[in-house]
C-alpha cells in the first residue's frame, strides 16, 4: 500500500511568485487536509478537501487555494507569495471525515523557501 | 476557540529513563478528539493515538502510555524505558466536533534521548 507522497520536496520562489505543491493520498483515501508549518511551531491547518470539494478552511487568506482530482490527489496554490509563507507544507489523507474512526495519514512535506 | 498547549518546548533524558510530555486542551465543545503525532527528523508525522472526550480510560501501547483526565483539560503521554529511537518532535492536538478537519496542533516538545 503506497502511501501519502508529495511533491517537490524542496522549493525556493521569489517573494511574489506564484507555486503549486502536490500531494497524491494513500489508496483507498477520499480526503485530503492541507497544513503549514512554520519552523519550530505546530502544524496550521489551511483546508481539507472530500470527493473534490472544499470541507473546511482555516484563518488562510484567499491566496492559498487548493483543488482535489477525480483520484483524489491534490494540489495546493498560494499566489503572491509573501517571505512569511516559507514553510513545510503537509498533506494528509484519511478515508473519510469521521474523526471517531478515520485518522490522518501524513505526507513527508515539501518544504517551501521565500526569498 | 479550541486551542493545545504543550508548555514543556524540549526535553532531554538519558536512555531508559522515564518522560511524561504535558499536554493542555481548551474546548467549548463536549464532542471532541484528542491526537498525539510523533515527527522524526524525517518530517512526516506519525499517527499515535486518537482518544475521545467520551471516553477517559487511560491506555497503554508497549512503552507508551497516555492519561486523560477531563477534569484537568489533560491528556499527557508517557514513554516508559526512552530509547534512542524515540528521539522525535511530539505533537499534541485536538479535533472538535465529528469531523476531522480542522485539527488545532500544540507548539511540539522536542525529545532527545541520549545513550
Known amino acids: 500500500e503506497t502511501g501519502v507522497t508529495q511533491s517537490p520536496t524542496h522549493l525556493i520562489k521569489t517573494r511574489g511568485q506564484q507555486v503549486t505543491l502536490r500531494c497524491s493520498s494513500q489508496?483507498?483515501?477520499?480526503?485530503v487536509s492541507w497544513y503549514q508549518q512554520a519552523l519550530g511551531q505546530g502544524p496550521q491547518f489551511i483546508f481539507q478537501?472530500?470527493?473534490?470539494?472544499?470541507?473546511g478552511r482555516g484563518n488562510f487568506p484567499p491566496r492559498f487555494s487548493g483543488l482535489q482530482f477525480p483520484n483524489y490527489s491534490s494540489e495546493l496554490n498560494v499566489n503572491a507569495l509573501e517571505l512569511d509563507d516559507s514553510a513545510l507544507y503537509l498533506c494528509?489523507?484519511?478515508?473519510?471525515?469521521?474523526?471517531?474512526?478515520?485518522?490522518?495519514?501524513f505526507g513527508p512535506g515539501t518544504r517551501l523557501t521565500v526569498t | 476557540a479550541q486551542k493545545v498547549t504543550q508548555a514543556q518546548t524540549e526535553i532531554s533524558v538519558v536512555e531508559k529513563e522515564d518522560v511524561t510530555l504535558d499536554c493542555v486542551y481548551e474546548?467549548?465543545?463536549?464532542?471532541?478528539?484528542l491526537f498525539w503525532y510523533k515527527q522524526p527528523p524525517s518530517g512526516e508525522l506519525v499517527f499515535l493515538i486518537r482518544?475521545?472526550?467520551?471516553?477517559?480510560q487511560n491506555e497503554i501501547s508497549g512503552r507508551y502510555s497516555w492519561n486523560f483526565q477531563k477534569s484537568t483539560s489533560s491528556f499527557n503521554f508517557t514513554i516508559t524505558a526512552s530509547q534512542v529511537v524515540d528521539s522525535a518532535v511530539y505533537f499534541c492536538?485536538?479535533?472538535?466536533?465529528?469531523?476531522?478537519?480542522?485539527?488545532?496542533f500544540g507548539a511540539g516538545t522536542r525529545l532527545t534521548v541520549k545513550p
Open positions: 494528509a489523507s484519511s478515508p473519510g471525515v469521521q474523526a471517531s474512526s478515520y485518522e490522518q495519514y
Open positions: 474546548t467549548r465543545d463536549t464532542t471532541y478528539y
Open positions: 489508496s483507498g483515501h477520499n480526503t
Open positions: 482518544r475521545n472526550s467520551f471516553d477517559e
Open positions: 492536538a485536538l479535533s472538535e466536533g465529528r469531523n476531522n478537519n480542522d485539527m488545532r
Open positions: 478537501y472530500y470527493r473534490e470539494e472544499e470541507n
